[in-house]
């Protein structure tokens, strides 16, 4: 069967066999400005188009429905008008990682060719209902719309230097879809590969049968544990994740792989992999934490114990400061396991040639936020040196850590590398929400205390979180909600001990605020309560305590100069504080502090490299992973700054040829970290009178911390610079609704000011979802999660956000190159403390439980 319709102004015959439109535009007419974030349940908005002048998602309804419609994607869009959304997106900071924002653009355009400047910013925002943005937090999304349908003229230049405005490196691409990401690569006999997951959570596999998957229709290979020469298992860490499950194996989780199909088209694969049989001696899963650390049975295959951690530190005498405390109070807090919902679901190339040696070689395609890390454990895997596989970055479409482990790295490089072919692995959403690590849900216990005037006394906390099955980089999450349960306050004592448990439930890893912001929700919760017991305001009493420079913090660690930025935001918020107060409004405040780097104790290296060409390009290389924060722009910008080159002449990358990175893009350590080098290549090139054709090398590291709980260090440095930030939640109490944020953040140094506004307005967004309506539950019969699509999620969309108001604040860090912070992390660590804070004001009671409140998640597309 085919299919005749009209595709931006031209007649086109097209296949039936396609399961929906958005298929048919990407893969047979190699139209990818429309991107796949959640095919078929069309509810990310990423594939919109629009049929007969109306927008619509595009991968909900079959070829069929379409025949004799004109359809225009952004591809199609005049010239003249792509250009001009390209600049108010550019000019307005309104993208980010940039995957939604082409079906944003195409609703943006339905809207404004009806009503042209009379589109109301509200309207506009309702009818983004279709639409989910993860980065952005909308605001300078409606902002870029508004100058479109205003007709406004913006000028759009690059940065010249640290400090200085100016737009987004490949903003302009990234705006009209034309900075394609790894699942846009079309490659000559590219294959497809599919993954077949585990029916059970925890079993044991008796028998694989792959003959009927190999029989299907266009399969090419089916693979399995067995056909890995290398390692079975990875990990960031601890390596005791497999690749796939063996026979003879145990699954651990429900995201674990049994088996890769191959075949000429991913819809063939995905088939195919249904095909594969399975047997299982299924065993009962355990999904309970705590019965986990009581049981004797080992919930994770090749495990010999369900306590993945224990992080514990003790300062000063608890039981004399608490019994000397005037006030006492004594809290349990649950925070509850929340999905990424990066709009990108996880996509990997892998193309196997011949390097120039002469012998194989692997180049991988990755949007993972380690391209170091991956290479290794690919390498690993297959058998071969490290020299013989190459990763590189493509830019990916959101993170926030949830792609630091590998996903489907590891299944495409050993099918290209069997099949000697060009392979791509493209998770579904399903896929995806089953297979990466979450944010832990953690259960605490708090007890804090002051004095009479409010001073604080002692504060122990006890905290449990659910791992899921592998470690991931859960053990350090658990380390981080260790050690900043203190928050940013001094303590006289401290007794803390945390546990990482491993079960048979969806794992845990990174995720922006990285334990800080569940250990905080606890820490905000007892200061209000104490606050209250004084008599004295919320922000009178973290005044009297807000930890300084040359002050004892947390785990010992003396406080540098740095450490003026708690008190700075405090100070900044004071005035809306008490104007919002004195005006009647039920107000919250939250004061956090987010590390920045890996710290306690990791010797921390990052390399970057500058080479200047003859034809006048300047190519930067550096080892960090893009993914909407802006890393590549922050390179740009130092080397525009420091050697005085035109920024459009800088193009940056990044990839293994050169060993530059060490790690994660995580903690906020890449603006941080990631500018120090790339000074240090530019002091480097400096000397070499900017040499044309040489690698100009430069590298910066922090390498002087200490790991928490070192014996014999009275005074550890768990880490080498802090962000501090400071929240207030206003809530209207005729309705209880949430009138606005406002968000004081200390980064130290702003390096782009709209980026840098922008990534505070995203993390606020993504920080009342997670206060009031985010969670990502299970099934405890079964360890199978339960919220299957984007809409059950409970993100906010577009309509739901309230107005947020910025302030950024510089009180620059010490021995950091320019005096960063960073800003990505520290975002949300105070916006739940704030809005259980706004309506306990609002409603007399407090709320230890997150979520606290679920939202009409609407689809409204108007």
């Known amino acids: 069967m085919t299919v005749e319709l009209t595709v931006n102004g031209a007649l086109v015959t097209i296949s039936g066999d396609h399961p929906h439109l958005l298929s048919a535009l990407r893969d047979e007419l190699d139209l990818t400005a429309a991107k796949d974030g959640c095919s078929p349940s069309g509810q990310c908005g990423c594939c919109t188009v629009i049929v007969d002048g109306k927008a619509i998602v595009s991968?909900?309804?079959?070829?069929?429905?379409?025949?004799?419609?004109?359809?225009?994607?952004?591809?199609?869009?005049?010239?003249?008008?792509?250009?001009?959304?390209?600049?108010?997106?550019?000019?307005?900071?309104g993208l980010q990682c940039g995957f939604c924002i082409p079906g944003i653009v195409m609703r943006a355009k339905a809207q404004i060719d009806k009503k042209g400047a009379g589109l109301a910013r509200a309207d506009m925002a309702r009818h983004l209902g279709a639409h989910l943005c993860r980065c952005t937090g909308y605001v300078k999304v409606l902002d870029a719309i508004e100058t479109v349908a205003a007709g406004t003229a913006v000028q759009v230049t690059r940065s010249a230097g640290v400090g200085l405005p100016g737009a987004k490196y490949e903003a302009s691409e990234l705006c009209l879809g034309d900075r394609g990401y790894v699942s846009d690569m079309r490659l000559p006999a590219m294959l497809h590969a599919a993954l077949r997951l585990t029916s059970h959570a925890r079993a044991d596999v008796t028998a694989i049968n792959t003959a009927p998957a190999a029989k299907a229709p266009g399969v090419v290979g089916v693979f399995t544990a067995a056909d890995i020469p290398g390692d079975l298992r990875v990990g960031i860490i601890h390596k005791d994740w497999p690749v796939m499950i063996p026979v003879g194996g145990r699954t651990s989780y429900a995201g674990d792989v049994l088996a890769i199909v191959v075949a000429n088209t991913r819809e063939q694969a995905?088939?195919?992999?249904?095909?594969?049989?399975?047997?299982?001696?299924?065993?009962?899963?355990?999904?309970?934490?705590?019965?986990?650390?009581?049981?004797?049975?080992?919930?994770?295959?090749?495990?010999?114990?369900?306590?993945?951690?224990?992080?514990?530190?003790?300062?000063?005498?608890?039981?004399?400061?608490?019994?000397?405390?005037?006030?006492?109070?004594?809290e349990q807090f649950l925070t509850q396991r929340v999905e990424h919902a990066f709009l990108e679901p996880e996509s990997t190339c892998a193309v196997p040639g011949t390097a120039d040696d002469g012998r194989r070689h692997l180049r991988v395609y990755s949007g993972g936020q380690g391209v170091w890390d991956d290479r290794d454990q690919i390498a690993a895997v297959l058998a071969v040196g490290q020299d013989e596989i190459t990763v590189e970055l493509v830019s990916n479409g959101g993170g926030f850590g949830g792609k630091e482990d590998m996903s489907n790295q590891a299944h495409a490089a050993l099918a290209a590398w069997l099949l000697d072919r060009p392979v791509m692995c493209t998770l579904s959403r399903e896929e995806s929400l089953t297979m990466h690590p979450k944010r832990h849900p953690l259960q605490m216990e708090m007890t804090a205390g002051c004095t009479a005037d409010g001073m604080l006394?002692?504060?122990?906390?006890?905290?449990?979180?659910?791992?899921?099955?592998?470690?991931?980089?859960?053990?350090?999450?658990?380390?981080?909600?260790?050690?900043?349960?203190a928050g940013p306050y001094r303590w006289q004592a401290i007794d803390v001990h945390a546990t990482a448990v491993r079960t048979n439930n969806p794992v845990c890893g990174a995720f922006r605020g990285f334990g800080a912001n569940q250990a905080q929700f606890a820490t905000e919760g007892c200061l209000d309560r104490l606050a209250e017991r004084v008599g004295?305001?919320?922000?009178?009493?973290?005044?009297?305590n807000v930890i300084r420079p040359g002050e004892e913090w947390g785990p010992g660690q003396i406080m540098d100069g740095g450490a003026g930025g708690a008190e700075a935001c405090l100070d900044a918020i004071k005035d809306r504080y008490d104007s919002e107060r004195a005006a009647g409004r039920a107000v919250g405040l939250g004061l956090g502090m987010k590390n920045s780097g890996l710290g306690n104790g990791f010797k921390e290296i990052t390399r970057a490299c500058v080479r200047f060409e003859a034809d006048g390009t300047v190519n930067v290389w550096h080892g960090w992973t893009e993914m909407g924060q802006g890393i590549h722009t922050v390179a740009a910008q130092v080397v525009a700054g420091e050697l005085g080159v035109d920024p459009d002449r800088i193009r940056v990358m990044v990839d293994t040829a050169r060993e530059l990175g060490l790690g994660q893009t995580t903690g906020s350590r890449g603006t941080l970290m990631g500018a120090g080098a790339v000074k240090a290549a530019c002091d480097a090139a400096r000397a070499a009178d900017c040499a044309i054709g040489v690698d100009h090398m430069g590298e910066y590291r922090v390498d002087w911390t200490h790991k928490l709980g070192t014996p014999g260090v009275t005074n550890p440095v768990i880490h080498s610079a802090?962000?501090?930030?400071?929240?207030?939640?206003?809530?209207?109490?005729?309705?209880?609704?949430?009138?606005?944020?406002?968000?004081?953040?200390?980064?130290?140094?702003?390096?782009?000011?709209v980026l840098c506004e922008g990534q505070i307005e995203g993390s606020v967004h993504m920080g009342l979802g997670y206060a009031l309506s985010e969670q990502f539950p299970?099934?405890?019969?079964?360890?199978?999660?339960?919220?299957?699509?984007?809409?059950?999620?409970?993100?906010?969309?577009?309509?739901?956000?309230?107005?947020?108001?910025?302030?950024?604040?510089?009180?620059?860090?010490?021995?950091?190159?320019?005096?960063?912070?960073?800003?990505?992390?520290?975002?949300?660590?105070?916006?739940?403390?704030?809005?259980?804070s706004a309506l306990h004001e609002h409603d007399g009671v407090w709320r230890n439980v997150l979520p606290m409140a679920r939202t009409n998640d609407s689809d409204d597309d108007g």
């Open 270 to 330: 995905r088939a195919a992999a249904q095909l594969v049989a399975v047997e299982y001696a299924v065993l009962a899963p355990l999904t309970d934490p705590v019965a986990a650390l009581a049981s004797d049975e080992i919930a994770v295959w090749g495990t010999d114990s369900n306590v993945l951690s224990v992080s514990q530190y003790q300062r000063g005498d608890f039981d004399a400061a608490l019994v000397a405390s005037a006030h006492v109070v004594t």
């Open 536 to 544: 004295i305001s919320g922000w009178e009493l973290r005044k009297r």
């Open 722 to 753: 802090f962000s501090y930030a400071a929240q207030l939640v206003v809530i209207d109490r005729a309705t209880g609704g949430i009138e606005r944020v406002v968000a004081v953040h200390d980064v130290g140094k702003v390096v782009n000011p």
């Open 778 to 836: 299970h099934d405890p019969a079964t360890g199978f999660p339960t919220n299957m699509t984007l809409r059950s999620l409970g993100i906010l969309r577009a309509k739901d956000v309230p107005p947020i108001e910025v302030q950024i604040i510089e009180v620059p860090q010490p021995n950091a190159p320019y005096g960063i912070k960073g800003v990505g992390e520290i975002g949300l660590v105070p916006t739940a403390p704030a809005v259980a």
């Open 59 to 93: 991968c909900q309804l079959p070829v069929e429905k379409f025949a004799g419609k004109s359809i225009t994607t952004l591809e199609g869009v005049a010239d003249e008008e792509r250009a001009r959304f390209a600049d108010a997106f550019a000019a307005c900071g």
């Open 457 to 485: 006394t002692a504060m122990k906390f006890v905290a449990i979180g659910d791992s899921g099955a592998y470690a991931s980089v859960g053990m350090k999450v658990l380390e981080r909600a260790a050690g900043h349960s």
